[in-house]
């Protein structure tokens, strides 16, 4: 079974930087993390959760939410079966709890999420 696991949430002071990754697990050969598109999600409190990047499978297109003004970037390393978000010049909006996401012919999984605090 996929299982998918957060890392690299914490606090930080608004206008710093923090990486989050998602360490995939439990692929096979005849579906391996290479064939997943990937995600981040991220919820507020109080707020819905909100899609915000995804990549393809080979990692040579990202997509991001308008939002986010172009200063997160979405990565992965296919060798590592990992998934990365570099978030840059953060801002108080960005706190919440952040969610990795695969998703492959109608398979969907989702990690337990970590917590990212921006506050001075």
């Known amino acids: ?10 606090s930080v002071q608004p206008g710093g930087s923090m990486r989050l990754s998602c360490a995939a697990s439990g692929f096979t050969v005849r579906s391996p ?14 707020k819905e959760r909100e899609w ?9 297109a990202t997509k991001y939410a308008d939002s986010l ?3 997160f970037t979405i990565s992965r390393d296919n060798a590592k079966n990992t998934l990365y978000l570099q978030m840059d010049s953060l801002r108080s909006e960005d706190t919440a709890v952040y969610y990795c996401y695969a998703t492959w012919i109608g398979r969907e999984y989702w990690g337990q999420g970590t917590q990212v605090i921006v506050s001075s």
Request: no cysteine.
């Open 1 to 10: 079974e996929v299982q998918l696991v957060e890392s690299g949430g914490g």
């Open 52 to 60: 915000v990047a995804g990549i393809i499978g080979n990692g040579r």
């Open 33 to 46: 993390f290479s064939n997943f598109a990937m995600s981040w999600y991220r919820q507020a409190p109080g």
């Open 69 to 71: 003004e172009g200063r």
